[in-house]
């Protein structure tokens, strides 16, 4: 199997039977899920608007769906 940065994987057997095997190309379309850290002291207005302005412009995203904005409560990473 060759993966888009040309590197070939070989995948035993006993994989493809004993373990779940998910096709990112079998439809044309797909949800991609993004963390995005900000600041504390970063406007939040402001990141969604400017992360809204760049999925507007980006020609990849599709415009027909509705897009989710999952903001969830501070998290803190130690």
């Not at 900000?38 to 608007?49: A, G, T």
Request: charged content about 25%.
């Amino acid at each position: 199997m060759k993966i888009p940065d040309n590197r070939k994987i070989i995948v035993p057997n006993s994989k493809l039977i004993n373990d779940n095997i998910t096709n990112f190309t079998a439809n044309e379309t797909r949800r991609l899920n993004m963390v995005v850290g900000v600041s504390y002291s970063d406007d939040l207005d402001k990141v969604k608007k400017t992360l809204w302005q760049i999925l507007q412009e980006d020609e990849r995203i599709l415009k027909t769906l509705n897009q989710l904005w999952e903001l969830p409560n501070w998290l803190i990473a130690i």
